[in-house]
């Protein structure tokens, strides 16, 4: 992980690119993240690339209930030459939760974004398939938000084509 003053460095380079990229760093508990502007993403994880950090290692929804702006998408970039991670963070509102896809430039964020989509709630604009990936496509609501009732509910499972089971008990 780059130290502060790495991150710091870092950010600059970015700043001086796009100047209302970066946010603002954070560095806690060895873990460096830029803090970007949701629409400057696909622009700071290429600037990230050129630096060296190639491989988009996840991508993660995350809620910060009652925080404002309450979601939030991370993605964890690695440089293997030098074993060393850093992480962007986004933060939207639930009212708008956009944030441009970066599948076309990073195919591994395809099955990532669609997951924040489906448990969060995150649109992801420009997704080549943005859809449900783990819960049915009828199904109403975002389980991984923290206001997302206790317990859940009862999903009904298809076993066989035309036959319905409660696979619940």
């Known amino acids: 992980m780059p130290d502060a003053t790495g991150l710091e460095l870092l950010a600059g380079e970015i700043g001086d690119a796009a100047p209302d990229a970066i ?17 400057h993403v696909r622009s ?15 991508v993660h929804g995350v809620d910060y209930y009652p925080e404002e702006p309450r979601l939030g998408v991370i993605y964890e970039l690695l440089d293997r030459g030098r074993r060393d991670r850093v992480r962007v963070k986004v933060r939207v509102h639930t009212e708008d939760p956009h944030v ?3 599948t076309p430039e990073w195919p591994t964020a395809n099955h990532h974004e669609r997951e924040a989509y489906d448990m969060f709630g ?11 990936i783990l819960m049915p496509e009828d199904y109403e609501g975002h389980p991984q938000r923290r206001d997302f009732p206790v317990g859940g509910e009862p999903v009904i ?13």
């Open 122 to 132: 995150v649109v992801f604009d420009d997704h080549p398939d943005l859809r449900r």
């Open 157 to 169: 499972f298809t076993k066989d084509a035309g036959t319905r089971q409660d696979y619940t008990q």
């Open 23 to 39: 946010l603002g760093t954070l560095h806690f508990r060895g873990q460096a993240t830029l803090l970007a502007h949701p629409r």
């Open 100 to 102: 441009p896809s970066v």
């Open 44 to 58: 700071v994880l290429e600037r990230l690339r050129a630096a060296g950090y190639a491989n988009l290692m996840s």
